[in-house]
């Protein structure tokens, strides 16, 4: 048995209930892993609210974690019980203190990198690998805005961008949001709920506009985010934490040739090379300095609504992680 948490019902909050379940043997290609730490992550909000309907309900959300193997299945050479590693996955089940997991998407975690840490940065440095060198390849001179530089894939996001040579333009929620965005490497951070962004790009660039734009914001963004676009820029909106994006009418970006794409971590890494050679950058990328993050701070596992709660008020001042069972914890 193991305790996770289980969604019962779309909802708030308080729909995130700890429960018994049964974990079972691995069978072939899988891996049974005691977890250490378990990341939350936005996308964590939308399956829990119904703006994904991506879990099959009752269902044990969360999408990456760190732990121990306790037992491995045949077919799974390569691992043996008491390697630490960690994973992400769009198949979910991440929210328990033990699971069963196929062992394709198991990575080893460098020694340097603690559990806590790696639980808080594994998707989110991933997904701004992704960003950084597959959607949009950043060079040195060009031009990036950043929405929600402050977060937890933003502040990656803007390290990776700077130390690539670009110049990057953050914006943020509150005055303490903007100086870590500063301190992420953005050279401007814009107070996107006081004044309008687009505008402020425009008298940063000189009236140019960016090269790129990366919104994970979605709604209230995506229109300024589009305005902000040089000519042949490209938006990346990859996610929508105030909302989901109204349908784009195609001829808008014709007044810029401007191009838009919607990316997805988990159709990156669907193969074990790419997505190895992923983490591999992440990992270079901690070690090289070019990434640098503090631990998450910590929620018991059962307390996992709590911290929904936080990281949707726009108050976290930085990103969360759950401890399962007698782990300890910040709260
Ligand atoms: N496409 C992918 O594969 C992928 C992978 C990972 C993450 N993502 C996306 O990346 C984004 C960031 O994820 P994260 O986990 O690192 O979260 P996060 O950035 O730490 O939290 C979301 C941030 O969005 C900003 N925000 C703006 N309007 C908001 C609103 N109405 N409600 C709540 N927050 C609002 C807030 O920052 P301010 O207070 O500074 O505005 C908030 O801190 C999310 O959209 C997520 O879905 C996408």
Redesign the pocket.
Known sequence: MAEAIVLRAHGGPETLRIDQVDVGEPGPGELRIRQTAVGI???DV?VRSGLYQTLALPGIPGIEAVGVVTATGPETAGFAVGDRIGYITGKYGAYASVRVLPARLALSLPEAIDDRLAATVL??GL?AA?LVRWVHRIEPGMTVLVH?A?????RLLCQWAAALGATVIG????ES?RDQALAAGCAHAIL??EVDFVADVMRITGGRGVDVVYD???K?TFDGSLAALATCGHLVN??????PVEPLAIPRLAAKSASVTR????HYTAEPGPLRDMAAAVFAAFAAGTLSAEAGQAFPLAEAGRAHTL??S?A?TG?LILIPEDGDDDA
């Open positions: 992550n936005y996308h939308y998707l989110k997904t992704m929600a402050a977060g937890g894939v933003g914006t943020a929620g509150t949001k996107y709920r994970g914001v979605g209230d990859f996610g929508q934490a105030s909302g990316p997805i971590i988990f990281l949707e726009r976290a990103p």
